[in-house]
């Protein structure tokens, strides 16, 4: 599908699924190789992230943990600035390996609460991993270790992103047009 329908917006298709798997196996073996004899917990941000999360740790190799997480910023195409934990974290993570599995990374802001919040129960790391990142829209500066993809700072939609909670179930992703 070219063109995309969502609500009261129409988006254009701007990265493939092909694409998108192709930066995501990539990513996946950076992360067996740098993580390898450190059983990691993998911590997706939800909702945004779930695709994302299943497509990279179908790619991962090495013993591994997942839980979940859910932090909310968005009101329809605009980013709030105001961060709600949601869902809290549900494992120990003293002396663990955490690697952040998020969906998009544009100001940064939400990123780094995480990364704080993750912090203060004493990780052995916290790692960042994001599908997309906008680097013209960063406004604080936070690690990302794992980055699949940059795109420009547009409005976006699909691959588990979504538009006041549609348009979450495709394949590609869609740019507003």
Not at 39 to 53: C, H, R, S
Not at 89 to 96: M, V, Y
Not at 149 to 172: E, K, M, S, W
Request: charged fraction near 25%.
């Amino acid at each position: 599908m070219e063109k995309l329908q969502v609500k009261d917006k129409t988006f254009a298709v701007s990265i493939p699924e092909a694409q998108i798997l192709e930066a995501v196996k990539r990513v996946a073996g950076e992360i067996n190789r740098d993580f390898d004899g450190k059983e990691p917990l993998f911590l997706p941000v939800l909702n945004g992230a779930f695709m994302f999360a299943a497509d990279l740790l179908k790619e991962i190799t090495i013993p591994c943990e997942v839980s979940f997480i859910k932090l909310a910023s968005y009101q329809g195409t605009q980013t709030s600035g105001t961060i709600r934990e949601v869902i809290g974290l549900a494992k120990d993570i003293t002396g663990r390996h955490v690697i952040i599995v998020e969906d998009i990374i544009d100001s940064g802001l939400t990123m780094a609460h995480m990364i704080e919040t993750l912090a203060a129960h004493n990780p052995a790391s916290i790692a960042v991993c994001s599908c997309l990142v906008k680097p013209d829209a960063l406004k604080v500066q936070i690690p990302i270790d794992y980055r699949c993809l940059d795109i420009p700072n547009d409005f976006i939609v699909g691959y588990g992103l979504d538009y006041d909670g549609f348009g979450r179930n495709t394949r590609d992703i869609y740019t507003l047009v």
